[in-house]
T-cell receptor, first 119, second 110 residues
Framework: GAGVSQSPSNKVTEKGKDVELRCDPISGHTALYWYRQSLGQGLEFLIY????????KSGLPSDRFSAERTGGSVSTLTIQRTQQEDSAVYLCASSGRTSGMSRLYNEQFFGPGTRLTVL | GIQVEQSPPDLILQEGANSTLRCNFSDSVNNLQWFHQNPWGQLINLFYIPSGTKQNGRLSATTVATERYSLLYISSSQTTDSGVYFC????????????FGTGTLLAVQP
């Protein structure tokens, strides 16, 4: 597609329920990232996928968070047993691939985000 | 730890005025991007500028990598320029993750 797409755009859930958020990267982009934006923490990195390499999960805040990327394209971020502090906007980004300082590979493009509200 | 700091935190301008937003980063960068977050929350790419100067219409940006700062210039501001401006830096390594500053909230009044 023309840009990064995410679904749903809004999600309201009850505390304790599981949620799945979806990201479709720009076609041909091999790198995919999840970030979240919350009032108290600003924009923070969650997880990074690059091709078939093992993902960098260093930003995931707890073991309730997991993500997978199927077929090197679509990614799903899953939050189990949601808590109120998980309420945030979850943003997905993609880039060509990481290779030195080339803009072609490094510039990240963001989707519109999923606004998650945990009641 | 690695930090990205932006100033000013907020700014109010009259339409037509010019402004300069600053981004300081704590180490040499592999990638530096400027974004505009519009009222609907979408992050719009403005510049990819790890070094040097670029211009795009009324906007321009300069990164002085050796002194670890970047500047975003907005000239002849318009009400549609309102929103939050973020800079974000990638410091290389195994992950291409961006570390974001806290943003500058810009309000352009008619």
């Amino acid at each position: 597609g023309a840009g990064v797409s995410q679904s749903p755009s809004n999600k309201v859930t009850e505390k304790g329920k599981d949620v799945e958020l979806r990201c479709d990267p720009i076609s041909g982009h091999t790198a995919l990232y999840w970030y979240r934006q919350s009032l108290g923490q600003g924009l923070e990195f969650l997880i990074y996928f690059q091709g078939n390499s093992a993902p960098d999960k260093s930003g995931l805040p707890s073991d309730r968070f997991s993500a997978e990327r199927t077929g090197g394209s679509v990614s799903t971020l899953t939050i189990q047993r949601t808590q109120q502090e998980d309420s945030a906007v979850y943003l997905c980004a993609s880039s060509g691939r990481t290779s030195g300082m080339s803009r072609l590979y490094n510039e990240q493009f963001f989707g519109p985000g999923t606004r998650l509200t945990v009641l | 730890g690695i930090q990205v700091e932006q100033s000013p935190p907020d700014l109010i301008l009259q339409e037509g005025a010019n402004s300069t937003l600053r981004c300081n980063f704590s180490d040499s960068v592999n990638n530096l991007q400027w974004f505009h977050q519009n009222p609907w929350g979408q992050l719009i790419n403005l510049f990819y500028i790890p070094s040097g100067t670029k211009q795009n219409g009324r906007l321009s940006a300069t990164t002085v990598a050796t002194e670890r700062y970047s500047l975003l210039y907005i000239s002849s501001s318009q009400t549609t320029d309102s929103g939050v401006y973020f800079c974000a830096a990638n410091y290389g390594g195994a992950t291409n993750k961006l570390i974001f500053g806290t943003g500058t909230l810009l309000a352009v009044q008619p």
